[in-house]
T-cell receptor, first 113, second 113 residues
Framework: SQTIHQWPATLVQPVGSPLSLECTVE??????LYWYRQAAGRGLQLLFY??????ISSEVPQNLSASRPQDRQFILSSKKLLLSDSGFYLC????????????FGEGSRLTVL | GENVEQHPSTLSVQEGDSAVIKCTYS??????FPWYKQELGKGPQLIID?????GEKKDQRIAVTLNKTAKHFSLHITETQPEDSAVYFC????????????FGSGTQLTVLP
C-alpha cells in the first residue's frame, strides 16, 4: 500500500533562518506531488506541484521554493524565513494524471518567531 | 479564478442528529466537488466526491448534493457520532485537477455526546 511521510511534524524557527521540510511517498512510482499551506481559519492554498523529477511549478509568489531530487521525494525550502511563513504545511500526492483523490501527509506545523 | 465559500465555520450538534455544511462556488466551469475530513493533528482525507453529471451521491451516513444552477453543494451527515468531530473542507475544480482545486475555509464540526 501507498504511504506518505512528512517531517518534521513541528518546527520553531527564528526569523531569517533557513527551512527544509521533507516529504516522501512509498509504494507508488511517478506520483504527482503537491505542497499546500493551511492558515488558521482558512482553506488549503496550493504552493507548488510537481509532475516529475526536477519539474516544479509554483502557484503563488512567495518566500519559499520546492525541489524534487528523486521520484518520490519533495522538499519545501526557504533561505530566510519570514514571520508570515508560519503555518501548517501539507504534502500530498496523487496518481498519474492530475485528477482524482489527493492523499495528504500528516502535516508540519511551522512557527516563525 | 474560482472562489469557494463555506458555511458555517463552526457547527455543534448532538450525537444522533444530522449535520449540514454548505458551499457555494463561482466558476460555472467547475465540475468536480470533493469533501475532505481533517482530524486533529492529521492531514485531510477524502470522504466523498461528486461530479457535475449527478445531483446527489450517498455513502452510508454521508451524502452530498449538488445544485449546478445555483452553484452550491452540501454535505449531509446523518446519525452523527463523536468520531465525526473534525474539520470538513469542501473544494471545487475543473476536471478534478489539483492545480485548479480551490478549497473552502473549513467547518469545525463538534458532535456532543
Amino acid at each position: 500500500s501507498q504511504t506518505i511521510h512528512q517531517w518534521p511534524a513541528t518546527l520553531v524557527q527564528p526569523v531569517g533562518s533557513p527551512l527544509s521540510l521533507e516529504c516522501t511517498v512509498e509504494g507508488t512510482s511517478n506520483p504527482n506531488l503537491y505542497w499546500y499551506r493551511q492558515a488558521a481559519g482558512r482553506g488549503l492554498q496550493l504552493l507548488f506541484y510537481s509532475i516529475g523529477i526536477d519539474q516544479i511549478s509554483s502557484e503563488v509568489p512567495q518566500n519559499l521554493s520546492a525541489s524534487r531530487p528523486q521520484d518520490r521525494q519533495f522538499i519545501l525550502s526557504s533561505k530566510k524565513l519570514l514571520l508570515s511563513d508560519s503555518g501548517f504545511y501539507l504534502c500530498a500526492w496523487r496518481r498519474g494524471r492530475d485528477t482524482g483523490e489527493l492523499f495528504f501527509g500528516e502535516g508540519s506545523r511551522l512557527t516563525v518567531l | 479564478g474560482e472562489n469557494v465559500e463555506q458555511h458555517p465555520s463552526t457547527l455543534s450538534v448532538q450525537e444522533g442528529d444530522s449535520a449540514v455544511i454548505k458551499c457555494t462556488y463561482s466558476d460555472s466551469a467547475s465540475n468536480y466537488f470533493p469533501w475532505y475530513k481533517q482530524e486533529l493533528g492529521k492531514g485531510p482525507q477524502l470522504i466523498i466526491d461528486i461530479r457535475s453529471n449527478v445531483g446527489e451521491k450517498k455513502d452510508q451516513r454521508i451524502a452530498v448534493t449538488l445544485n449546478k444552477t445555483a452553484k452550491h453543494f452540501s454535505l449531509h451527515i446523518t446519525e452523527t457520532q463523536p468520531e465525526d468531530s473534525a474539520v470538513y473542507f469542501c473544494a471545487a475544480s475543473i476536471g478534478g485537477s489539483a492545480r485548479q482545486l480551490t478549497f473552502g475555509s473549513g467547518t469545525q464540526l463538534t458532535v456532543l455526546p
